[in-house]
């Protein structure tokens, strides 16, 4: 089992930042992905952001690309989403879940399939 917790959402107005962090525990060892997903009201649930474990290769959704970064720290074995730019319609729960998926998947966060999710971090964002 693996269990993962996020930390770091918070309250920012329109153009500011967040750094929010997952923190991995348990058995990582056959972890190949870590993707960020987010749920607004009246929204589904959206893939965000990617990275895979081995190697750190990224991907991220056309709503975000360019403004936000995911990235990980194998040391502390905790990866981190920075999001600059912030909209209002980034507003949402943000959440962290693992995949054991292979490597060469064109579409990580569409076709992996995440068996382990943590609680979620709330995200607000003021026009």
């Known amino acids: 089992q693996v269990h993962l917790v996020e930390s770091g959402g918070g309250s920012v107005q329109a153009g500011g930042s967040l750094r929010l962090s997952c923190a991995a525990s348990g058995y990582t060892y056959a972890i190949t992905f870590i993707g960020w997903f987010r749920q607004a009201p009246g929204k589904e649930r959206e893939g965000v952001a990617v990275?895979?474990?081995?190697?750190?290769?990224?991907y991220y959704s056309d709503s975000v690309k360019g403004r936000f970064t995911v990235s990980q720290d194998n040391a502390k074995n905790t990866v981190h989403l920075q999001m600059n730019s912030l909209k209002p319609g980034d507003a949402a729960i943000y959440y962290c879940a693992a995949a054991s998926c292979i490597l060469w998947v064109r579409d990580p966060l569409g076709q992996c399939k995440y068996n382990d999710w943590g609680q979620g971090t709330q995200v607000t964002v003021s026009s």
């Open positions: 990275i895979a474990t081995s190697g750190g290769n990224t």
